[in-house]
């Protein structure tokens, strides 16, 4: 369905004299948003009669607010308004102004007035499925689950028809129908079973504290406690109420930043604190830096502090793993989201509190297969990695997703990770033991002019090598390999060689491994979450950063910069922050994060790059040469 026949396709159940102009008509056919506002704007300059023009500066108005730009589409819909106040649309603007203040965290007793009482049908469908969206939203922060299963189902049912849109629902609605405590005994985060009805005294508590009413708060932690004195989730409660007797209230604005800013890993903290700093400039979010200097036991108590003595409402970072598996479960217990900086698999499965915008090694690897596996149709691959704890969990993940995928390891070789020179691993993965194929290796012989030249070429019975390691090693395993006749790169050993492509992860993405590795890695695949070659707008980030620290942004330092300008849209939506997080997209992305999936790990467009003789290029800008 195009994506006027959405967004106008509405049922004027009151007017069924109404006809939809003839220029919108003619635009039901247009497939992309940009092409829609053309053909609205053309004919809005024709200075259409006055019931057509309502119905094209609604319509417009709506268009501006799907391409995330509230300023015009608020605009738009003040100006029906006000030139038009009779025009059967005017309750339909309305409804739009509503949606864009409640959106931005603007919400009065008249917007939600709006939002529950304007007739459904009669404004575009998007713009439905929109407040009936947030009025789910609202509902799940209140505890209504009746209201919560009305309103998403009428969100579901307005989005059909456009992608962005119903994508957008379905994640929001996604973590608001898995509620953090289930009834029935079943089993909370942390492994606890509760009733009903502690369950239910629990989310009220939770309810009132999200709302920031600290009397109902108080009063829903005294009941609590009363009824459930030896209630597992306890120390929730107890921390629910002390945030609500805190003299310093809650600022949705303010952030806590725990990084280590002296210490081993100090270089690391200040680099992401520049790119946070940056990302934050121009908002309204006031970022506390804290030092962990980089200790496990500091995390805590310093997030206690923060978010109940100081009123801090959200948290970034920790940056390391071992701080992140101690400050998680805090955060989770103090209600206060945090997106973890750490690309630690397990740390979703805290709770409902806990984001991680920082990519994993799956991650990588499911991105990586897509371009293999499904788009080429790769299915048979060997495995080189590194003796370590990084190279062995990454052959892990990369096996068990190619396998559930269909696909199938031929070979699986490990390596030291210390070495220098990798042809013993050529020659073991070639399976070039001449005890196994002397045979082999008599008959080429005896029929070369030159026999004591004649080597075994190695047997391959694979489409393709994976190599999840950093792009020194990768340089000098792809010149052993074809040391040892693997068509490697560009490199062919013989006229008749199949090109066997060599695949890895983000330690790739240097240039350094175009001079390193010469031919021998052109034409390989790698994925990363952040590349400046890729879209302007990281290109940009890129030259800022590099000129303001004296040194270019890694994926760490992109995506700190992402993570802030995500949360800064979050904060301006209405609702509970963790369901804000959810709610908020980012349009342009530097490190692919447009934002979080209903898991609360990002959601993220990949980068896939190749090897050129001119050097790393996305895929799509790669142009295979003539043979």
């Given amino acids: ?9 509405f049922a004027l159940a009151g007017s069924p004299d109404t006809a939809l102009p003839e220029a919108v008509q003619k635009s039901l056919d247009t497939e992309n948003r940009k092409s829609a506002a053309q053909v609205l704007d053309t004919a809005l300059a024709r200075s259409p009669a006055e019931t057509e023009l309502g119905w094209l500066l609604l319509y417009r108005a709506e268009v501006d607010r799907l391409n995330s730009n509230p300023s015009a589409a608020r605009a738009g ?37 709006t939002l529950e009482g304007t007739a459904a049908g009669v404004a575009p469908a998007t713009l439905d499925a929109e407040r009936y969206l947030l009025l789910a939203r609202l509902a799940s ?7 919560l299963e009305k309103y998403a189902k009428k969100s579901r049912a307005y989005a059909t028809g456009d992608d962005g849109t119903q994508r ?32 239910a005294a629990l989310l009220t508590v939770r309810a009132a504290l999200a709302r920031g009413d600290r009397s109902a708060t108080l009063s829903a932690v005294s009941t609590f406690k009363e009824r459930y004195p030896a209630s597992a989730s306890l120390r929730e409660v107890e921390y629910a109420g002390r945030r609500a007797s805190s003299s310093v209230a809650t600022v949705r604005e303010n952030v806590l930043v725990l990084l280590p800013l002296s210490g081993t890993y100090a270089p690391a903290g200040r680099t992401v604190r520049a790119a946070l700093e940056a990302g934050a400039a121009g908002t309204d979010l006031h970022l506390e830096f804290v030092d962990t200097a980089g200790d496990p036991t500091k995390c805590v108590p310093l997030l206690e502090k923060m978010v109940i003595d100081s009123g801090y409402a959200s948290v970034i970072g920790p940056l390391l793993k071992e701080e992140a598996q101690q400050c998680a479960p805090a955060a989770q217990t103090l209600r206060v989201p945090m997106l973890t900086l750490t690309s ?39 495995v080189l990695y590194p003796q370590n704890s990084y190279g062995e969990n990454a052959a892990k993940a990369f096996e068990a997703q190619v396998v559930a995928a269909g ?33 082999e290796l008599a008959r080429l012989r005896a029929g070369s002019d030159d026999p004591g030249k004649v080597t075994l070429p190695p047997l391959i019975d694979y489409e393709a090598i994976f190599i999840p390691d950093r792009y020194k090693q990768v340089s000098l395993l792809s010149s052993a390999l074809a040391f040892e006749e693997f068509p490697v790169g560009s490199f062919k050993p013989y006229r008749d060689a199949v090109p066997l492509p060599l695949l890895g992860l983000s330690g790739w993405n240097n240039d350094e491994l175009v001079r390193r590795g010469g031919k021998y890695v052109q034409n390989s695949i790698f ?101």
């Fill in 1 to 9: 369905m195009s994506l006027l026949t959405c967004i106008l396709g």
């Fill in 77 to 113: 819909f003040e100006a029906l308004i006000a030139d038009h106040p009779a025009h059967p649309a005017r309750s339909a603007a309305a409804l739009g102004i509503a949606v864009i203040d409640s959106n931005q965290n603007q919400m009065s007793g008249n917007s939600r007035a």
């Fill in 141 to 147: 922060t209140e505890g209504d689950v009746g209201a």
């Fill in 168 to 199: 957008r629902v379905e994640r929001v609605l996604d973590s608001l129908n898995a509620p953090p405590v289930r009834g029935g005994g079943a089993a909370e985060p942390g492994g606890t079973n509760t009733t009903d009805s502690e369950a």
């Fill in 344 to 382: 630690w698999e397990e740390a979703l499965a805290t709770g409902d509190q806990i984001f991680r915008p920082t990519p994993t090694t799956s991650e990588q690897i499911t991105a990586l297969l897509a371009e293999t596996l499904r788009l080429r149709g790769l299915l048979r691959y060997a």
């Fill in 407 to 439: 696909g199938s390891i031929a070979a699986s070789l490990s390596y030291d990770p210390e070495a220098k020179d990798f042809r013993s691993v050529g020659k073991v993965l070639g399976k070039k033991d001449t005890k196994t194929r002397g045979a």
């Fill in 527 to 627: 994925v990363d979450a952040f590349d400046p070659r890729s879209a302007a707008g990281a290109s940009d980030f890129a030259a800022r950063f590099e000129a303001s620290t004296g040194a270019p942004p890694t994926t760490l330092e992109a995506v700190a910069y992402d993570t802030v300008r995500v949360l800064d849209r979050a904060v301006d939506l209405q609702g509970e922050l963790s369901l804000a997080l959810i709610a908020a997209e980012l349009a342009d992305p530097v490190s692919g994060m447009t934002g979080f999936a209903a898991d609360r790990a990002a959601e993220r467009t990949w980068r896939v790059l190749t090897v050129t003789p001119d050097g790393i290029v996305p895929i799509s800008a790669a142009v295979t040469a003539p043979e």
